[in-house]
């Protein structure tokens, strides 16, 4: 039902792009809401196996004609079948050094211009050059910005998507950071392009998070489009929006949301976000080092001796959650009390400060209103999903209710929206999305069916039933939850009876012990053995050991029994 590009066999040097890096240029470069027709032409110099170019060309309302170069021979095949893959057959994947020998031109024998371009290259290329004079190129490409360090190559292949470029074309790259800062010619190169006007935006990712490299990367965004008038450039530090995976980092939907939203909307968030002016660029002779226009550092907890010496709480601290006390106001005042000018004291006792908060009106009032606001959402959102009908479309249909409920959560006090957004997310991910696309398939239609697997003596045997769209554990919930509570408690009480056999057995296992005389500890042998010193005053001790072992055996036993034969066993096993 769904179908996701491969990245391998990449060109050395050259790093896979993850699908989350991919969105964020799809949606950055504007391709999803611009006037595209099948005419509309997207670029990718360093093509790989094309799942960047197939994620922008997703993003656009028409079928937009693809055009890519890779280098290495097996990955521009796999490109070709990918294309073919995803319903672009007609998309023109060529085999090739993009910088040496560029394959799509004009009838001049010029670069042939796009309307979009993007690439992930071959991060700090040394070996760019081979094969070209770059003072001489025969397509201009260095002539007016300067040529690139013999051993740097990422500025080639940014003045190659600026040369291929439409007047009023659109582009993105992904580079090191390096080239925000490096000097000499890379220095001058980014003088020129600022100057131009060329470079609309940068985003900072975060380290760790492209398979082959931990180091950091940015997105150099191109606009050529009314470049003469650009004052500023849009930055952004993404690089504290992430979530650990195994060894790499990743980008979560909430984060990739934050990022677009911020960019496409130029909207300025401290420590994030912010339009740097030209001027200010220059005053820092051209480097666009996000650092040092962003401060992205959270601020140092401050000790405070005084507090420390003399007791109090300082009142900066408690001034500092200030958008607490704007929901819930009266709070303030019965959680503290006043000490010394500058410090506040508990006003309840220090163990009661969750029951106080939680207890308070005004919290109960908000809490109430926040489960309202999500009840509205909740009951506009099932009417729309218990109407779906086969053939509709689950992406569409989860960027719709995803976009509504960042809309509906949007103001809201004490609520970060896009961590609303995420939860909703991730249940797409682990639970709704395989309901989606088996209705838009089949429909409404649970079909149950049986699970057939055959035992060691190869004989099949019944399982009981599955479904797909109406799984056990939901009827069990919904029917049987009752039985399901007792057979909770029946599982407790068989763990509990359990450890204590198993307690029992290794504290008299020993040498000396109760059970040592047993070859194998089990109700026959243990029962035989209370037969043999039944008589024997002296083994006392012994027998009530072995007395204490079969009454948990038994309980244990009654306990399997109940289990076995609990109802709601035979009765979901036997639905269908």
């Known amino acids: 039902m769904r179908h996701f590009a491969t990245e391998s066999g990449k060109s050395k040097g050259q790093f896979y792009t993850p699908a ?17 027709t099948n005419n ?45 893959l995803h319903n672009n057959p007609t998309a023109d994947i060529r085999q090739g050094n993009t910088l040496a020998n560029p394959l799509f031109m004009t009838e001049d024998g010029d670069l042939k211009t796009f309307d979009y371009v993007v690439a992930n290259p071959p991060f700090s290329d040394k070996s760019w050059s081979k094969g070209i004079d770059p003072l001489n190129d025969p397509y201009g490409r260095f002539k007016h910005f300067g040529v690139p360090p013999a051993k740097q190559g990422d500025y080639a292949y940014l003045l190659h998507i600026v040369r291929s470029l439409k007047s009023n074309g659109k582009g993105a790259i992904i580079l090191p950071h390096g080239v925000l800062f490096r000097g000499n010619a890379e220095a001058e ?36 489009k009314e470049s003469h008038t650009r004052k500023g450039i849009f930055m952004i530090d993404a690089s504290t929006g992430y979530m650990k995976d195994r060894p790499k980092n990743r980008l979560r939907d909430m984060d ?14 401290p420590k994030y976000s912010r339009m740097v002016g030209i001027a200010e660029i220059e005053k820092n ?3 666009l080092n996000l650092p040092r226009y962003i401060d992205n550092q959270e601020p140092e907890d401050i000790q405070d001796i005084e507090g420390h010496l003399r ?56 809490i109430e209103s926040m489960n309202s606001l999500f009840a509205d959402w909740q009951q506009s959102t099932a009417l729309r999903l218990k109407n779906l009908q086969p053939g509709f479309h689950p992406k569409a249909l989860i960027q719709e209710l995803a976009e509504e409920l960042l809309t509906h959560y949007t103001g809201k006090p004490l609520i970060y929206k896009y961590h609303v957004y995420q939860h909703l997310l991730d249940y797409w991910t682990n639970t709704m999305q395989d309901d989606c696309y088996l209705i838009t398939s089949d429909g409404w239609k649970a079909e149950n069916y049986r699970v057939l ?30 039985y399901e509570n007792l057979i909770t408690e029946l599982e407790a009480e068989q763990e509990s009876v359990t450890a204590k ?76």
């Open 256 to 269: 990739l949301h934050k990022i677009v939203d911020v960019f496409t909307r130029q909207l300025e968030i």
């Open 311 to 366: 007791g109090g709480i300082p009142a900066a601290d408690v001034d500092a959650l200030q958008p607490y006390w704007d929901v819930c106001p009266e709070l303030r005042q019965a959680l503290f009390k006043a000490n010394r000018p500058g410090y506040l004291d508990l006003a309840i006792p220090k163990e009661t400060i969750k029951s106080t908060i939680y207890n308070h009106s005004e919290f109960v009032t908000f």
């Open 501 to 576: 056999l198993a307690e029992l057995e290794e504290e008299h296992g020993g040498a000396e012990g109760a059970f040592s005389a047993l070859d194998k500890v089990n109700k026959a042998n243990v029962t035989a053995r209370l037969k043999e010193i039944k008589s024997d005053k002296a083994a006392k001790e012994e027998a009530d050991i072995l007395k204490e072992w079969l009454k948990h055996s038994a309980e244990e036993a009654e306990i399997k029994k109940l289990l076995h034969y609990c109802p709601i066993i035979s009765q979901i096993n036997s639905i269908g």
């Open 20 to 36: 989350e890096v991919s969105r964020i240029m799809a949606k950055i470069i504007g391709i999803h809401d611009a006037a595209t």
């Open 453 to 482: 697997v055959k035992n060691n003596k190869g004989k099949e045997v019944d399982k009981g039933w599955a479904c797909d769209l109406v799984p056990k554990a939901l009827i069990v919930d919904r029917y049987f939850a009752k």
């Open 285 to 287: 002779d051209f480097n």
């Open 40 to 84: 509309t032409t997207v670029y990718d110099p360093t093509c790989g196996s094309g799942s960047l170019l197939l994620k922008v060309g997703a993003e656009a309302q028409a079928n937009v004609t693809l055009y890519g170069q890779e280098k290495d021979a097996a990955t521009s095949g796999l490109a070709r079948m990918n294309m073919i």
């Open 189 to 224: 190169i980014r003088c020129k392009l600022i100057r131009k006007g060329y470079i609309q935006g940068i985003i900072g990712l975060p380290a760790n998070l492209f398979y082959g490299t931990g180091i950091p990367a940015c997105i150099i965004v191109i606009d050529k």
